[in-house]
């Protein structure tokens, strides 16, 4: 069987007033998709979650199927019970669809990129959705949603493989972007380049000699392959040896072994940005 690989999108130019900003997309989605990118956000950002009274977070581009807007809900509602998740899409029969599963603290819109809810979100889970569009839209697609989030709020933009084992996200503020984390399932690659194809689209096609993330994902298989004798422990402790590394080399990596053990590496933006 043939892949067939959609033709990156020009952002939409349609002035018509309320109309939302953005294109249909594909809709494809799994469960358990977005768990790791999930676990990292009640995770690292347990204190931001706890620490606002009902905050909203709003997952853009759920899909033909609300069912990791649900995964989402449960995992926030778990940190902050009077927390409140939006779904948007841009595409009607969707929503309506998605409105069968609303609850308590639940709901579907129809919105887009504008992020046009009543309350400004604390939190912005925008997977698999810049994927399709041009690289050159992406800088106007960050502005744009990051000019609308609560403050101290966070958009974390990303994309992974069809079934959520290999994920990659950037993690945005107001200001600007933050970071870059790699989260893989144990087995699941042989070095952790192979998370180059899932890279987002802001760097997806920088992987290339003289550009900081190729540098960057070069530097994380050369240490995973000298960590390779720790592998006779399990590729746990192989992945938590690689990422010592790289601290250890200079690279300013976010987080320590709590995270390293669940197979996530985060890295400063600056040190991974496009040139």
């Not at 349609?14 to 999930?38: I, K, L």
């Not at 994309?159 to 399932?185: H, Q």
Request: net charge positive; hydrophobic share 45%; aromatic share 6%.
């Amino acid at each position: 069987m043939v892949a067939v690989v959609r033709k990156a999108e020009r952002l939409s130019k349609d002035t018509h007033v309320g109309a939302p900003v953005g294109n249909v997309t594909r809709g494809t989605t799994h469960p358990h998709r977005m768990r790791r990118v999930d676990r990292w956000l009640t995770g690292t950002h347990s204190a931001l979650l706890r620490g606002t009274p009902s905050p909203l977070a709003v997952d853009l581009g759920f899909g033909a199927s609300p069912v990791t807007t649900l995964e989402m809900f449960e995992a926030i509602r778990a940190i902050n019970p009077t927390a409140h998740v939006t779904g948007l899409e841009i595409e009607k029969d969707r929503v309506l669809l998605a409105q069968q599963s609303a609850r308590e603290g639940l709901d579907f819109a129809v919105g887009g990129f504008e992020l046009a809810t009543a309350q400004r979100p604390l939190v912005v889970r925008a997977f698999n959705v810049l994927r399709q569009y041009q690289e050159d839209d992406v800088a106007a697609i960050w502005t744009r949603m990051t000019a609308r989030l609560a403050p101290g709020g966070l958009v974390i933009e990303g994309t992974c493989n069809e079934i959520g084992r290999v994920a990659t996200w950037v993690a945005l503020r107001e200001g600007g972007p933050e970071s870059l984390t790699i989260a893989m399932r144990f087995g699941s690659f042989e070095l952790p380049s192979d998370a180059a194809e899932r890279l987002p689209k802001a760097l997806i096609h920088r992987n290339v000699p003289g550009e900081r993330i190729h540098e960057f994902l070069k530097a994380c298989d050369d240490a995973w392959l000298v960590a390779a004798p720790v592998g006779a422990f399990g590729a746990r402790q192989r992945w938590i040896r690689m990422c010592e590394s790289l601290k250890n080399q200079g690279w300013p990596i976010i987080g320590g072994v709590t995270r390293w053990r669940l197979g996530e590496l985060t890295v400063a933006w600056d040190a991974v940005r496009a040139d």
